[in-house]
Protein backbone atom coordinates (compact mmCIF):
# COMPACT_ATOMS: atom_id res chain seq x y z
CA UNK A 1 0.00 0.00 0.00
CA UNK A 2 1.85 3.21 -0.86
CA UNK A 3 1.46 6.29 1.26
CA UNK A 4 -1.24 7.89 -0.29
CA UNK A 5 -3.55 5.51 -0.19
CA UNK A 6 -2.70 4.97 3.39
CA UNK A 7 -3.50 8.69 4.17
CA UNK A 8 -6.55 8.03 2.13
CA UNK A 9 -7.81 4.91 4.58
CA UNK A 10 -7.02 7.45 7.34
CA UNK A 11 -9.11 10.38 6.08
CA UNK A 12 -12.02 8.24 5.03
CA UNK A 13 -12.34 6.67 8.53
CA UNK A 14 -11.76 9.96 10.28
CA UNK A 15 -14.72 11.59 8.00
CA UNK A 16 -17.05 8.81 8.93
CA UNK A 17 -16.48 9.00 12.15
CA UNK A 18 -17.07 12.92 12.03
CA UNK A 19 -20.24 11.76 10.38
CA UNK A 20 -21.31 9.36 12.53
CA UNK A 21 -20.62 11.63 15.73
CA UNK A 22 -22.89 13.88 13.94
CA UNK A 23 -20.13 16.81 12.71
CA UNK A 24 -20.66 16.79 9.00
CA UNK A 25 -19.09 19.96 8.91
CA UNK A 26 -16.04 19.10 10.37
CA UNK A 27 -16.13 16.29 7.90
CA UNK A 28 -16.72 18.39 4.64
CA UNK A 29 -13.60 20.25 6.58
CA UNK A 30 -11.48 16.60 6.33
CA UNK A 31 -12.65 16.48 2.91
CA UNK A 32 -11.95 19.39 1.50
CA UNK A 33 -8.21 18.70 2.94
CA UNK A 34 -8.03 15.45 0.94
CA UNK A 35 -5.65 15.04 -2.08
CA UNK A 36 -6.95 12.06 -3.38
CA UNK A 37 -10.76 11.52 -2.99
CA UNK A 38 -12.25 7.98 -3.99
CA UNK A 39 -15.84 6.27 -4.39
CA UNK A 40 -15.89 5.96 -0.35
CA UNK A 41 -14.66 9.61 0.32
CA UNK A 42 -17.69 11.09 -1.69
CA UNK A 43 -20.28 8.69 -0.97
CA UNK A 44 -19.49 9.30 2.70
CA UNK A 45 -19.84 13.00 2.42
CA UNK A 46 -22.53 12.73 0.04
CA UNK A 47 -24.64 10.69 2.59
CA UNK A 48 -23.49 12.96 5.36
CA UNK A 49 -24.98 15.96 3.89
CA UNK A 50 -28.55 14.22 3.60
CA UNK A 51 -28.55 12.04 6.66
CA UNK A 52 -28.00 15.80 8.68
CA UNK A 53 -30.66 17.31 6.88
CA UNK A 54 -29.03 19.43 4.77
CA UNK A 55 -29.80 17.85 1.49
CA UNK A 56 -28.91 21.07 -0.29
CA UNK A 57 -25.60 20.72 0.58
CA UNK A 58 -25.22 16.93 -0.56
CA UNK A 59 -26.59 18.22 -4.56
CA UNK A 60 -23.96 20.61 -4.43
CA UNK A 61 -21.29 18.49 -3.79
CA UNK A 62 -22.72 15.66 -6.23
CA UNK A 63 -22.77 18.00 -9.00
CA UNK A 64 -21.04 21.41 -9.21
CA UNK A 65 -18.25 21.92 -11.10
CA UNK A 66 -16.21 24.38 -8.83
CA UNK A 67 -13.33 24.94 -10.95
CA UNK A 68 -15.30 26.12 -13.83
CA UNK A 69 -17.85 28.36 -11.69
CA UNK A 70 -20.65 26.29 -14.58
CA UNK A 71 -24.05 24.75 -13.26
CA UNK A 72 -24.25 21.82 -14.43
CA UNK A 73 -27.14 20.73 -17.10
CA UNK A 74 -28.41 16.77 -16.90
CA UNK A 75 -25.62 16.01 -19.05
CA UNK A 76 -22.69 16.88 -16.59
CA UNK A 77 -24.73 15.57 -13.64
CA UNK A 78 -21.52 14.19 -12.00
CA UNK A 79 -18.93 17.06 -12.35
CA UNK A 80 -16.07 16.54 -9.74
CA UNK A 81 -16.45 12.97 -9.27
CA UNK A 82 -15.97 12.10 -12.75
CA UNK A 83 -13.68 14.94 -13.16
CA UNK A 84 -11.47 12.86 -10.88
CA UNK A 85 -12.25 9.62 -12.12
CA UNK A 86 -14.49 8.18 -9.72
CA UNK A 87 -17.42 6.70 -10.84
CA UNK A 88 -21.14 6.74 -8.41
CA UNK A 89 -22.09 3.57 -7.21
CA UNK A 90 -25.48 2.49 -6.17
CA UNK A 91 -25.22 3.91 -2.32
CA UNK A 92 -24.20 7.39 -4.02
CA UNK A 93 -27.20 7.25 -6.27
CA UNK A 94 -29.29 6.08 -2.89
CA UNK A 95 -28.09 9.25 -0.69
CA UNK A 96 -28.77 11.81 -4.28
CA UNK A 97 -31.91 10.61 -5.29
CA UNK A 98 -33.13 10.57 -1.37
CA UNK A 99 -31.29 14.59 -1.64
CA UNK A 100 -33.79 15.15 -4.35
CA UNK A 101 -36.95 13.70 -2.56
CA UNK A 102 -35.83 16.28 0.45
CA UNK A 103 -36.42 18.86 -1.58
CA UNK A 104 -38.96 18.32 -3.68
CA UNK A 105 -36.77 18.37 -7.17
CA UNK A 106 -38.41 16.11 -9.04
CA UNK A 107 -37.43 16.92 -12.53
CA UNK A 108 -33.72 16.68 -10.57
CA UNK A 109 -34.52 13.09 -9.28
CA UNK A 110 -35.56 12.29 -12.91
CA UNK A 111 -32.15 13.18 -14.22
CA UNK A 112 -30.66 11.72 -11.71
CA UNK A 113 -32.34 8.04 -12.14
CA UNK A 114 -31.80 8.66 -15.88
CA UNK A 115 -27.82 9.20 -14.81
CA UNK A 116 -27.82 5.96 -12.52
CA UNK A 117 -29.24 3.86 -15.60
CA UNK A 118 -26.62 5.60 -18.22
CA UNK A 119 -24.11 4.62 -15.30
CA UNK A 120 -24.97 1.01 -15.81
CA UNK A 121 -26.77 1.12 -12.47
CA UNK A 122 -29.40 -1.82 -12.15
CA UNK A 123 -32.03 0.42 -9.66
CA UNK A 124 -32.97 -1.02 -6.69
CA UNK A 125 -35.99 -1.09 -4.17
CA UNK A 126 -34.10 1.85 -2.47
CA UNK A 127 -33.61 3.65 -6.15
CA UNK A 128 -37.17 3.10 -7.32
CA UNK A 129 -38.51 4.50 -3.65
CA UNK A 130 -36.68 7.80 -3.64
CA UNK A 131 -37.81 8.53 -7.08
CA UNK A 132 -41.03 7.57 -6.55
CA UNK A 133 -41.58 9.64 -3.26
CA UNK A 134 -39.50 12.71 -5.51
Given amino acids: ???????????????????????????????DQMVVKDLISWSSMIHAFVKRGTAEASLDLFKKKVDEGVEPDKTTTVGQMEKQGVEPNEATFVSVLTASCQLGLVNEGCSFFDKMVDCNIKPKVEHFGAYVIS
Wanted: aromatic content about 12%; overall charge neutral; proline content about 0%.
Fill in 1 to 31: MRYCEKCRVIYNTDEWIRIEMGSALLSRDNF
